[in-house]
């Protein structure tokens, strides 16, 4: 982990932060001075299918248009012991001086209303207890973490009760993170530019606490531009002001290059989006989701679960067909 300074990546991304969004502070230290660029995982579930069959006529494609880019990890309730896996993972960009993305995804019935990705902890107080182990074992070191995809546009199947302490858990990680994790941007799910509108969304992630969080992050495992997701995510930190203060926000465009076709299932026809980086019209461009791993039993993913790597929709996302 470097020591920090001001380096010209920051001079750049201060400059491409969209105007609504200056003046918000930022709720930790800042971990993109810390490290010289975002890490690359070697062992992706993109880059450990290419290592698996290296003789495949699709494998040169996915590791240089996949594998070898800069992506999260996904962590939930298969991840085992969960300090010991983040702890490994931050660990392992640390020593090479880079910037890990991670995603955390397990809060009680996840996709509630979707349905593909069910599961997560089994009670809110196992889940507070994860999120906390999370946090803790990220301690000193910089990282950006993405929390709960789903969480905040996935209401209509929810009743109150399940509602009110969904934005509890959400609230308290945040909280775990400002205390155990400070040198992390933590941005909070808030869905994409064709779900849910700008000002409820501000609403949700108000009693949700994005105060207390880095920002908000959209687009997360859909298909939205990154331009409808910019105009969107301008409107919701807007909409915020309602609440005496404004957030950045970053989007994942790992699967944006075509835009949506209005479904979020593993629709075919898709593309490859810009690469992780900084601005972008957003605080930041980031892969979040994996392109190739599956959305669930759905669409060109037939047969699939979720989070399954499936070489050929990659090899297709590489060339948009």
Request: a positive charge; charged letters at 15%; hydrophobic letters at 40%.
């Amino acid at each position: 982990m470097k020591r920090p300074t001001l380096t010209r990546a920051l001079v750049t991304l201060a400059a491409l932060i969209p105007a609504v969004l200056l003046g918000a502070p930022a709720a930790h230290a800042d971990p993109i001075s810390q490290t010289s660029g975002f890490y690359v995982n070697p062992s992706s579930s993109p880059a450990a299918w290419v290592a698996a069959n290296p003789g495949d006529g699709r494998a040169a494609a996915i590791r240089t248009a996949i594998a070898q880019k800069p992506m999260a990890s996904w962590f939930g309730n298969w991840s085992g012991d969960i300090a010991g896996a983040v702890r490994g993972y931050v660990g392992a960009a640390d020593a090479v001086d880079k910037l890990p993305l991670l995603v955390a995804y397990n809060l009680p019935g996840r996709d509630a209303c979707g349905g593909h990705s069910g599961g997560g902890a089994g009670s809110v107080g196992a889940y507070d207890a994860w999120i906390s182990s999370f946090a803790g074992a990220i301690g000193n070191r910089p990282a950006v973490v993405v929390l709960e995809p789903d969480s905040l546009g996935d209401f209509n199947c929810m009743s109150q009760t399940q509602i009110n302490e969904r934005v509890g858990m959400l609230s308290r990680a945040l909280a775990q993170f400002r205390a155990k994790a400070p040198q992390t941007w933590a941005y909070l799910d808030a869905g994409n530019s064709g779900w849910v509108d700008a000002a409820t969304m501000a609403q949700r992630l108000n009693q949700a606490g994005v105060s207390g969080a880095r920002g908000f992050a959209l687009n997360v495992s859909n298909y939205f531009t990154t331009g409808e997701n910019s105009n969107y995510g301008n409107r919701v930190a807007a909409e915020l002001r309602r609440f005496g203060y404004s957030k950045p926000f970053v989007i994942d465009t790992s699967r944006n290059g075509n835009g949506s076709n209005g479904q979020w299932c593993n629709p075919g026809g898709r593309r490859l989006g810009t690469p992780t980086q900084l601005g972008g019209g957003a605080e930041m461009l980031l892969w979040l989701k994996t392109p190739g791993e599956s959305d669930g039993n759905c669409g060109v993913g037939a047969g699939s679960s979720a989070g399954q790597f499936l070489p050929e929709v990659a090899y297709k996302m590489i060339y948009g067909y």
